[in-house]
């Protein structure tokens, strides 16, 4: 069966190398790029099966439904450019008879400071990532897109290896574009205030530190609890803001 891996891009050159070196099962990798300064368009030019776009970013959602247009095959699978396919798993992308009236949801394994993050909210994790695009689409989403109209969800056995952040700039830039976004699309939508945000960060650092058992998992564990509930704070924060506009 062949699979066209879409690929969104945007100063992704630390990761990207690994990422397309894991695709060899792939019949295609289509990438689309929203401004990367760095070395990112580079690496992915050198990769013998990669297409490059560049367009402006529009939202992950409506992004991810207009690469799956621009590539030539109807099976799609949607990686990041911090996801590395497991072997085993390209194994089994390969063996893959598929129907196209299902999706294909993975497992996830996270990893930080080279370390597997067993909770926080990051274990256990999965998501539908392979999918026909003749039966089904993204959600139009701005941030936390999702897939559509399935009759059928099959789980894989195998994981997708995940590396969100190598340095603790990459939580605050990363928090930085979420709450935007997050603002963005909630805005008149949903009641926001001061005192909301303090009880959704609240909340979030209590789930993530003591429900999701990230207490077990040294600093790594306070320092994405920590990112949890700012990431809320400021979500409701921006939200109200934006509100008010």
Same mark, same amino acid.
């Given at each position: 069966?062949?699979?066209?891996?879409?690929?969104?891009?945007?100063?992704?050159?630390?990761?990207?190398?690994?990422?397309?070196?894991?695709?060899?099962?792939?019949?295609?990798?289509?990438?689309?790029?929203?401004?990367?300064?760095?070395?990112?368009?580079?690496?992915?030019?050198?990769?013998p099966?990669?297409t490059?776009?560049?367009t402006p *970013?529009?939202?992950f959602?409506e992004?991810?439904?207009?690469a799956?247009?621009?590539?030539k095959?109807?099976?799609?699978?949607?990686?990041?450019?911090?996801?590395?396919?497991?072997?085993?798993?390209?194994?089994?992308?390969?063996?893959?008879?598929?129907?196209?009236?299902?999706?294909?949801e993975?497992?996830?394994?996270?990893?930080?400071?080279?370390?597997?993050?067993?909770?926080c909210?990051?274990?256990?994790?999965?998501?539908?990532?392979?999918?026909n695009?003749?039966?089904?689409? *993204?959600s139009?989403?701005?941030?936390?897109?999702?897939?559509?109209?399935?009759k059928?969800v099959?789980r894989?056995?195998?994981?997708?290896?995940?590396?969100p952040?190598?340095?603790?700039?990459?939580?605050l830039?990363?928090m930085?574009?979420?709450?935007?976004?997050?603002?963005?699309?909630?805005?008149?939508?949903?009641?926001?205030? *001061?005192?909301?945000?303090?009880?959704?960060? *609240?909340?979030?650092?209590?789930?993530s530190?003591?429900l999701?058992r990230g207490?077990?998992?040294?600093?790594?564990?306070?320092?994405?609890?920590?990112?949890?509930a700012?990431?809320?704070f400021?979500?409701?924060?921006?939200?109200?803001?934006?509100?008010?506009?």
């Amino acid at each position: 069966m062949p699979i066209s891996v879409c690929m969104l891009t945007k100063n992704s050159g630390r990761t990207l190398q690994a990422s397309l070196s894991s695709l060899s099962f792939a019949d295609e990798i289509l990438i689309l790029d929203t401004g990367s300064i760095d070395n990112t368009i580079a690496i992915a030019k050198s990769h013998p099966k990669t297409t490059v776009h560049e367009t402006p *970013f529009t939202g992950f959602g409506e992004l991810r439904n207009r690469a799956a247009s621009l590539a030539k095959n109807d099976w799609i699978l949607a990686l990041d450019s911090d996801e590395e396919i497991s072997q085993p798993l390209g194994l089994e992308l390969q063996a893959l008879s598929p129907d196209p009236h299902s999706v294909y949801e993975i497992r996830f394994k996270n990893f930080y400071n080279n370390k597997q993050i067993r909770g926080c909210g990051w274990d256990p994790e999965s998501h539908i990532r392979l999918y026909n695009r003749k039966t089904t689409r *993204f959600s139009d989403a701005s941030v936390h897109e999702g897939i559509l109209g399935h009759k059928s969800v099959i789980r894989l056995r195998h994981p997708i290896h995940h590396t969100p952040y190598l340095s603790i700039s990459d939580f605050l830039a990363k928090m930085q574009l979420y709450t935007d976004l997050f603002a963005m699309q909630n805005q008149h939508k949903k009641k926001a205030s *001061f005192k909301t945000a303090l009880w959704h960060a *609240f909340g979030a650092f209590l789930k993530s530190y003591l429900l999701k058992r990230g207490l077990f998992l040294g600093s790594e564990g306070f320092i994405i609890s920590s990112y949890n509930a700012m990431t809320a704070f400021y979500k409701y924060l921006k939200l109200a803001e934006a509100n008010r506009s």
